[in-house]
Nanobody
Framework: QVQLVESGGGLVQAGGSLRLSCASS????????MGWYRQAPGNQRDLVAA???????NYAESAKGRFTISRDNAKNTVYLQMNSLKPDDTAVYFC?????????WGQGTQVTVSS
């Protein structure tokens, strides 16, 4: 079992920045598939950014050049740095870590970007 706790969401004006954190209850040193997703009201949950096997990083087109995913193995934490935020970025953001064949999800953190 892995428990994930997201934090760092909030209300920010357009053009601002936020850094989301996803703290894992277990060491993430050996985990090689993790990511951030978001879900706006009435929409499906979509990938924002992911670190996959081999250390490759994928970003959604909407996130490229503005968001950065990173990990700190010593702190068992995955981050999402979000810059130049837009109202369209408003959503609940979730982190996911895959362990073996199982995906673990956090409870989500709300990000609201005002215009």
């Amino acid at each position: 079992q892995v428990q994930l706790v997201e934090s760092g969401g909030g209300l920010v004006q357009a053009g601002g920045s936020l850094r989301l954190s996803c703290a894992s209850s277990r060491s993430i040193f050996t985990f090689n598939n993790m990511g951030w997703y978001r879900q706006a009201p009435g929409n499906q949950r979509d990938l924002v950014a992911a670190i996959i096997s081999g250390g490759s990083i994928n970003y959604a087109e909407s996130a490229k050049g503005r968001f950065t995913i990173s990990r700190d193995n010593a702190k068992n934490t995955v981050y999402l740095q979000m810059n130049s935020l837009k109202p369209d970025d408003t959503a609940v953001y979730f982190c996911r870590i895959r362990v073996g064949w199982t995906d673990y999800w956090g409870q989500g953190t709300q990000v609201t970007v005002s215009s």
